[in-house]
């Protein structure tokens, strides 16, 4: 990870700008930028990306693996997120599979963008975006986003975003080389926002309101449903919101 790096003072998006040179570029190239024009969050969503105010990342995957385990790689790179925050001091926890919180809002997210053929990944671009020095969020995302120092972490980025590459190429490496999850489950279930809580699932315009007991060996989400049986989620199907 991190052998081809490209640096942008300012960029439409890092992850728009990573699938134009996919297909030329080698596993594991980065893209980052000091500021975004057009950063995009999931669901159609923007993504405010000030200038210097945050980590703007893409990375460029081309691992050999079939499009049903490309959710997994969402979930490493969430891993490595909250473990590098939480290396450098930060009380950061994941809110199963996509969202890094800290104090209860989000300071982190992740864009996973495929190119697939019919059943075999070209590649995946990883987009990673962290408000890491942001204290003024647009009114509508002001009471659920927040940014390291907004929340009294003085770190630099770059320290973040090294701890973040490191930690990533370990359990990417794990998990593509040796088919291994088991470092980054123990991860996401030590530093897990949602275990043990009740949630709501959203999916499409149903609402469902479940208790989450475990985060499984494979990597998905067990809860308990509205009619107490247990229920398995795939991440990359659902959306959640707390209570
Ligand atoms: C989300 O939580 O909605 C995902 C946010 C992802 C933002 C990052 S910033 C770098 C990369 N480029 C983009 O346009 N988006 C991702």
Same mark, same amino acid.
């Given at each position: 990870?991190?052998?081809?790096v490209?640096h942008?003072?300012?960029?439409g998006?890092?992850?728009?700008?990573?699938?134009?040179?996919?297909? *030329?570029?080698? *596993?594991?190239?980065? @893209?980052?930028?000091?500021?975004?024009?057009?950063?995009?969050?999931?669901r159609?969503?923007e993504?405010? $990306?000030i200038?210097?105010?945050?980590?703007?990342?893409?990375i460029?995957?081309?691992p050999d693996?079939?499009?049903h385990?490309?959710p997994?790689?969402?979930?490493?790179?969430?891993a490595?997120i909250?473990?590098s925050?939480?290396?450098?001091?930060? *009380?950061?926890?994941?809110?199963?599979? /996509? *969202?890094?919180?800290?104090?209860?809002?989000? @300071?982190?997210?992740?864009?996973?963008e495929?190119?697939a053929?019919?059943?075999q990944?070209?590649?995946?671009?990883?987009?990673?975006?962290? /408000?890491?020095?942001?204290?003024?969020?647009?009114?509508e995302? /002001?009471s659920?986003?927040?940014?390291?120092?907004?929340?009294? !972490?003085?770190?630099? #980025?770059?320290d973040?975003?090294?701890n973040?590459?490191?930690?990533?190429?370990?359990? !990417?490496?794990? !998990?593509?080389? #040796?088919?291994?999850? $088991?470092s =980054?489950?123990k991860? =996401?279930?030590?530093? $897990?926002?949602i275990?043990?809580?009740?949630?709501?699932i959203?999916?499409?315009d149903?609402?469902r309101?479940?208790? =989450?007991?475990?985060?499984?060996?494979?990597?998905?989400?067990v809860?308990?449903?509205?009619?107490?049986?247990?229920?398995?989620l795939?991440?990359?199907?659902?959306?959640? #919101?707390?209570?």
């Amino acid at each position: 990870i991190g052998k081809e790096v490209i640096h942008f003072d300012t960029i439409g998006s890092t992850n728009d700008y990573a699938k134009e040179i996919a297909g *030329d570029s080698i *596993d594991g190239t980065i @893209v980052v930028s000091e500021e975004q024009t057009k950063g995009r969050g999931r669901r159609g969503k923007e993504w405010h $990306s000030i200038k210097g105010d945050g980590i703007w990342l893409s990375i460029i995957l081309k691992p050999d693996i079939y499009p049903h385990k490309a959710p997994f790689i969402t979930q490493i790179a969430g891993a490595s997120i909250v473990k590098s925050l939480r290396n450098l001091g930060i *009380d950061a926890s994941i809110k199963w599979p /996509n *969202d890094i919180i800290v104090n209860n809002k989000k @300071v982190s997210g992740i864009l996973t963008e495929l190119g697939a053929e019919i059943d075999q990944i070209n590649y995946i671009v990883l987009g990673i975006g962290m /408000n890491v020095k942001t204290m003024n969020f647009p009114e509508e995302i /002001n009471s659920i986003a927040t940014s390291i120092f907004k929340e009294g !972490y003085d770190v630099k #980025r770059i320290d973040i975003l090294k701890n973040i590459l490191e930690e990533f190429e370990k359990l !990417y490496l794990d !998990y593509t080389e #040796r088919n291994d999850k $088991s470092s =980054c489950i123990k991860i =996401c279930k030590e530093s $897990s926002a949602i275990l043990g809580k009740k949630i709501y699932i959203i999916n499409g315009d149903k609402k469902r309101k479940v208790k =989450c007991i475990d985060i499984n060996e494979e990597g998905n989400l067990v809860i308990i449903n509205e009619d107490n049986d247990i229920e398995e989620l795939i991440s990359g199907e659902v959306s959640i #919101r707390g209570e």
